[in-house]
């Protein structure tokens, strides 16, 4: 699927996609052998002193991803 020109693109911001991508509980521990999740907080930054951003990529071809 290509983003023609003029297309409008919506972004989420979040800490998890499970179950599409593993779980990362914010411990700072091994993936896998923690049990008990600590909240995470996004900030997105805006304003004069300056802003997030997102770079997208320009790829020759599309790698698919199967949804569960």
């Known amino acids: ?3 023609e020109p003029g297309a409008q693109l919506r972004l989420s911001i979040m800490s998890a996609a499970f179950p599409l991508l593993a779980r990362n509980l914010n411990t700072g ?3 896998g052998s923690e049990a008990t999740p600590i909240g995470a ?3 997105v930054f805006h304003g004069a002193a300056g802003s997030s951003f997102v770079t ?4 020759e071809k599309v790698h698919e991803i199967e949804t569960p």
């Open 29 to 31: 521990g091994r993936l």
């Open 1 to 3: 699927m290509a983003v």
């Open 41 to 43: 907080h996004q900030v």
């Open 56 to 59: 997208l990529p320009i790829v």
